[in-house]
């Protein structure tokens, strides 16, 4: 009876100077004579008029282990997401790959780099920017059929009619770790065959991450080609036709290109590979300048265009490093390389540290080269 009463009394003088610490209760029942009959009651009868709810002191020390777990998980949890979408690249490329392929072995030629019979009489040399490419010859293997349909190869690609598909974003042309602002290329431009110089700005156009690769660069000239074509060296789609008129690029169609062209072997050559963020420009993961001006608008934007191609729509190293340079090499955000993809189908990870020599072997077709992927 007397542990109760003096329970009691400690809970009412608890009350009346609202003392809600351990340690104050403690030091009070101190001062009191009968504090041994106190500790034969339980502590928590003394606390239970405590007021429920965590403390400020608690609530920084949850928050705190929170923010330091949260820190801790964060770069893993961005590891996985990279990883997620590398993959999903990677699945985009090899998709490609399948529908080059299929239109290989039905077509017996690979897509030409560019297609349209809108062509003026004579051609002139603005026709190479709004001509279809070698992605919209894929389309109906890449279960595209419907927007295929649409099509009409006797208009050019940037007609106005076509701006509604043309900026259909399709996912498997665009790489999920891009990380440019700009979803759609800027300044599409009509073509006019009376009077080239007369355009208009038709919209825009849907991006494209990956771009086929042209060839390698080398030092010297070959043959007669002109300035343009002097240091390629041609990779898997072979070289083009053009005829010459006052040093310019007159594009009269493609020659047809077949997979048993490569005698460097299917699994030595490249197909496509990535050349993320374009028309910005990029380099060593910064942009460097949002769409940059050459002097020629359409020459700049329609190659960046995954519906347009034009004559320079295509890839050569030219003995830039994987990473450097989304303007003149292989190009992407992943971390430490880009994925490629081969002509025998396959889809290689080529790592920033690649050496230039074999990405000049594996960006040509008959050179002679074997050099076996790691």
């Given at each position: 009876?007397?542990?109760?009463?003096?329970?009691?009394?400690?809970?009412?003088?608890?009350?009346?100077?609202?003392?809600?610490?351990?340690?104050?209760?403690?030091?009070?029942?101190?001062?009191?004579?009968?504090?041994?009959?106190?500790?034969?009651?339980?502590?928590?009868?003394?606390?239970?008029?405590?007021?429920?709810?965590?403390?400020?002191?608690?609530?920084?020390?949850?928050?705190?282990?929170?923010?330091?777990?949260?820190?801790?998980?964060?770069?893993?949890?961005?590891?996985?997401?990279?990883?997620?979408?590398?993959?999903?690249?990677?699945?985009?490329?090899?998709?490609?790959?399948?529908?080059?392929?299929?239109?290989?072995?039905?077509?017996?030629?690979?897509?030409?780099?560019?297609?349209?019979?809108?062509?003026?009489?004579?051609p002139t040399v603005e026709e190479e920017f709004?001509?279809?490419?070698?992605?919209?010859?894929?389309?109906?293997?890449?279960?595209?059929?419907?927007?295929?349909?649409?099509?009409?190869?006797?208009?050019?690609?940037?007609?106005?009619?076509?701006?509604?598909?043309?900026?259909?974003?399709?996912?498997?042309?665009?790489?999920?770790?891009?990380?440019?602002?700009?979803?759609?290329?800027?300044?599409?431009?009509?073509?006019?065959?009376?009077?080239?110089?007369?355009?208009?700005?038709?919209?825009?156009?849907?991006?494209?991450?990956?771009?086929?690769?042209?060839?390698?660069?080398?030092?010297?000239?070959?043959?007669?080609?002109?300035?343009?074509?002097?240091?390629?060296?041609?990779?898997?789609?072979?070289?083009?036709?053009?005829?010459?008129?006052?040093?310019?690029?007159?594009?009269?169609?493609?020659?047809?290109?077949?997979?048993?062209?490569?005698?460097?072997?299917?699994?030595?050559?490249?197909?496509?590979?990535?050349?993320?963020?374009?028309?910005?420009?990029?380099?060593?993961?910064?942009?460097?300048?949002?769409?940059?001006?050459?002097?020629?608008?359409?020459?700049?934007?329609?190659?960046?265009?995954?519906?347009?191609?034009?004559?320079?729509?295509?890839?050569?190293?030219?003995?830039?490093?994987?990473?450097?340079?989304?303007?003149?090499?292989?190009?992407?955000f992943h971390d430490s390389g880009a994925n490629c993809l081969f002509a025998d189908g396959s889809?290689?990870?080529?790592?920033?540290?690649?050496?230039?020599?074999?990405?000049?072997?594996?960006?040509?077709?008959?050179?002679?080269?074997?050099?076996?992927?790691?």
């Open positions: 009876m007397v542990s109760v009463n003096l329970a009691e009394a400690v809970i009412a003088t608890v009350r009346r100077q609202k003392i809600y610490s351990v340690e104050q209760i403690l030091a009070h029942c101190a001062s009191i004579p009968w504090q041994r009959s106190l500790r034969k009651f339980p502590i928590e009868f003394v606390m239970r008029k405590r007021v429920s709810g965590f403390t400020k002191i608690e609530l920084i020390a949850v928050v705190s282990i929170l923010g330091i777990l949260i820190a801790m998980t964060m770069p893993a949890l961005q590891r996985v997401r990279e990883s997620m979408r590398r993959t999903t690249c990677t699945n985009n490329l090899r998709q490609v790959g399948l529908a080059i392929q299929s239109y290989e072995s039905s077509m017996r030629q690979l897509p030409s780099l560019y297609n349209g019979s809108f062509r003026a009489n004579p709004h001509c279809y490419s070698w992605r919209v010859s894929i389309l109906p293997q890449l279960e595209q059929s419907a927007m295929f349909a649409k099509i009409d190869p006797s208009l050019p690609a940037t007609e106005v009619s076509n701006e509604s598909w043309i900026n259909s974003e399709l996912a498997v042309f665009q790489c999920p770790s891009t990380s440019t602002p700009n979803r759609y290329v800027p300044d599409i431009q009509s073509f006019n065959k009376v009077v080239p110089a007369n355009f208009v700005i038709v919209g825009t156009a849907a991006r494209s991450d990956y771009e086929i690769i042209g060839g390698a660069g080398i030092n010297d000239s070959v043959g007669e080609r002109p300035p343009y074509l002097s240091h390629i060296e041609f990779g898997a789609w072979g070289e083009p036709t053009y005829k010459i008129e006052a040093n310019k690029l007159i594009p009269v169609s493609y020659r047809t290109a077949k997979f048993r062209d490569i005698s460097d072997g299917l699994s030595n050559t490249m197909l496509v590979a990535e050349r993320s963020a374009r028309p910005d420009w990029y380099k060593d993961g910064r942009l460097y300048e949002s769409w940059p001006y050459s002097g020629n608008r359409a020459f700049d934007n329609h190659q960046a265009a995954w519906a347009i191609s034009t004559h320079f729509a295509w890839l050569a190293p030219h003995n830039g490093r994987v990473n450097h340079d989304n303007m003149s090499g292989i190009y992407s889809v290689q990870f080529v790592g920033e540290s690649a050496d230039s020599v074999i990405l000049n072997a594996w960006s040509t077709r008959s050179n002679g080269e074997s050099v076996q992927h790691d």
